[in-house]
């Protein structure tokens, strides 16, 4: 159920963080996406596509999540307003 229109190849999942009692964030390494799901349906709600490959995810304060892109020698810290108001 990771899977979405917008993936072009296989879904390579590295990492996943609980952000919500009902809503996890999904590292998509081969698709260099971050989707947020709902747990109990599996439905992506949000996908942000990158410019690099992700491969770790941590919750930061309030609706952030930082996400690591080694090749790239950065960390991303992006927001999902999603987490608490869908």
Known sequence: MVRTDRDERFCDIS????????????????NYSVKLLEVTTGHVLHQLQLQ?????????????????????KTVKVSFFTSITNI
Not at 16 to 29: G, K, N, S, T, W
Not at 54 to 65: F, H, K, L, N, Y
């Open 52 to 72: 690099d490959e992700p491969w770790g995810v941590c919750r930061m304060a309030g609706d952030r999540v930082a996400v690591t892109l080694p090749l790239a």
């Open 15 to 30: 990492d996943m963080c609980l952000v919500a009692d009902d809503r996890i964030v999904v590292v998509d390494r081969d």
